[in-house]
């Protein structure tokens, strides 16, 4: 059973930039893995995923152009570097991890951690 911990959430100013990371404990880390984030009052909505080699990475609009998933499998650990952020970007992020191909939908998706709050002000 794998457990992931998120970190590296915090406070920071539009224009700044972030790197939130997805720790693996339990068993090797051989999934794709996606991270998610959930404003108050909203639906988790999808931000990106990589696959379990790290050659293939997608994003969602929201983030296209200033988000990089990236894997370190020796590390167990995936890593979201969020730039240029602005303030609708505040939310909890979360990782879990998948079996389905490229999917954007949280219902695909298990073993959430618990989330990393980043919040960004105006």
């Known amino acids: 059973q794998v457990q992931l911990v998120e970190s590296g959430g915090g406070l920071v100013q539009a224009g700044g930039s972030l790197r939130l990371s997805c720790a693996a404990s339990g068993r090797l880390l051989t999934s794709p893995v996606g991270w998610f984030r959930q404003a108050p009052g909203t639906e988790r909505e999808f931000v990106a995923g990589i696959s379990w080699s790290g050659d293939m990475d997608f994003y969602g609009d929201p983030v296209k152009g200033r988000a990089t998933i990236s894997r370190d499998n020796a590390k167990n650990t995936v890593y979201l570097q969020m730039n240029s952020q602005k303030p609708e970007d505040t939310a909890v992020y979360y990782c879990?991890?998948?079996?389905?191909?490229?999917?954007?939908?949280?219902?695909?998706?298990?073993?959430w951690g618990q989330g990393t709050q980043v919040t960004v002000s105006s």
């Open positions: 879990a991890v998948t079996s389905t191909y490229r999917s954007r939908k949280s219902r695909d998706y298990t073993h």
